[in-house]
């Protein structure tokens, strides 16, 4: 059971789109913004085009764990690991720059956790899934 006091229905509809699989936030996010519709305002127009090129198949989760987190049973924030924010920006880097998006000066992967745990951070072991399935291919 989420602590409801805590936690509020996550509503962005970006995040809805491309499944992120977790219904709670907890807001304010690491930016201090409150209105998710605002945050759906700012997902849309500013990252629509590099998640049309698919730069990489976690970038929704990356982008949807930093300004909608999702929200613990305990009523915390739970920050994106460290694998899934290193993966994200090898492979979508490129494509930031050529669309003139500046990494977040925020976002230091090497600051973030790094954990099995979906309580402690989220994304690992998608990440971690992932490269094993790029890594068969390359053998």
Known sequence: MVDDSNCTPMKVTLC??????????????????TDQSIIN?????????????????LLPLFLCSQLVPPCNETGYAVPMCKQLCKDTKHRCD?????????????????????????DVCVGNQQAMELNQIANRHCE
């Not at 809805?16 to 913004?33: D, E, I, M, S, W």
């Not at 305002?41 to 198949?57: H, P, V, W």
């Open 16 to 33: 809805q789109k491309f499944n992120v699989r977790y219904a709670y936030t907890k807001l304010p996010n690491r930016f201090g913004q």
């Open 94 to 118: 490129f494509f930031l720059d050529i669309f003139d998006i500046e990494w977040p000066d925020e976002i230091d992967c090497e600051e973030l956790p790094d954990s099995n745990d979906p």
């Open 41 to 57: 305002e700012k997902l849309t127009s500013t990252y629509s085009t590099i998640l049309g090129i698919k730069c990489y198949t």
